[in-house]
C-alpha cells in the first residue's frame, strides 16, 4: 500500500484516493454557461442586457443595452455573479445577457 491519501465520496459510498476526488471535483465545476443566445460564456467576460431589468432591493432598472465588464461564473448555468455601480451582489440570469 502506498502513502497515498483516500477520501471518502459520498456520491458513490465508496473510498477513494485523493487524486481521483480531486478530478471528479474538476469535472464537477466545469458548468457550461450560456447567454441568450447560445454563447458560452467564461470569468472576465463582458454581456449586455437583452432587456430591461428590475433590480430587487437597489431600486433601480438596468435598461437593455448596458454593459456588464468582468462577470463571474457561479457554478450555476444560469447564474452569473456581477458588478455594476451602485449595486452590490449582482446576480443575473444567462438568459437575459448577450456575450460582447
Do not use: H
Amino acid at each position: 500500500m502506498g502513502d497515498e491519501d483516500y477520501v471518502y465520496d459520498e456520491a458513490s459510498g465508496e473510498w477513494i484516493s485523493a487524486a481521483d476526488a480531486a478530478a471528479r471535483a474538476g469535472a464537477v465545476d466545469a458548468v457550461e454557461v450560456r447567454d441568450a443566445v447560445g454563447n458560452l460564456l467564461a470569468d472576465g467576460d463582458q454581456v449586455t442586457l437583452i432587456k430591461d431589468l428590475v433590480v430587487k432591493g437597489a431600486g433601480q432598472t438596468l435598461k437593455r443595452g448596458t454593459l456588464i465588464k468582468s462577470i463571474r461564473l457561479t457554478g450555476d448555468p444560469q447564474e452569473i455573479d456581477c458588478r455594476y455601480e451602485g449595486i452590490k451582489g449582482l446576480v443575473l440570469r444567462a438568459e437575459f445577457v448577450k456575450r460582447r
